[in-house]
């Protein structure tokens, strides 16, 4: 999904329309229940983190013999921050949440991963 996403058959347009259908369908939860700021400043991070840990997967030359381990380990960190902070929301509610904090953790991965791409003119 991620090589989809930073392949160039993604185009902006495709971006965008997943960005506003990402806000729209946290905007839905929230009507429901609202997500603590401090859960969604984590999410974001988290998505940032998952970006980041992307470019550096890209760095690893390609005859590096720890390059297989190191691909592991960035997949696994952030399912795991993903999980510890999906397992320290409220039980009320908590599939609106969990919703929520996946669309926050998707939406800090677009913001860092479309933003090298701008030109501005």
């Given at each position: ?21 990402t ?10 229940a ?15 983190a ?13 005859d ?7 691909s ?10 993903l ?26 991965l ?12």
């Amino acid at each position: 999904m991620l090589d989809f996403w930073y392949s160039a058959r993604c185009t902006r347009q495709i971006k965008l329309i997943v960005c506003i259908t990402t806000c729209v369908m946290i905007y839905l939860c929230a009507t429901v229940a609202p997500l603590s700021p401090v859960f969604t400043m984590i999410s974001l991070v988290i998505g940032m983190a998952v970006h980041g840990l992307r470019v550096l997967s890209l760095k690893i030359t390609a005859d590096n013999p720890y390059r297989h381990g190191f691909s592991i380990l960035f997949l696994i960190m952030p399912m795991i921050a993903l999980m510890t902070l999906i397992s320290r929301l409220s039980a009320e509610h908590q599939v609106i949440l969990i919703l929520q904090v996946l669309g926050f953790t998707a939406l800090g991965l677009f913001l860092l991963s479309t933003f090298p791409h701008r030109k501005f003119n």
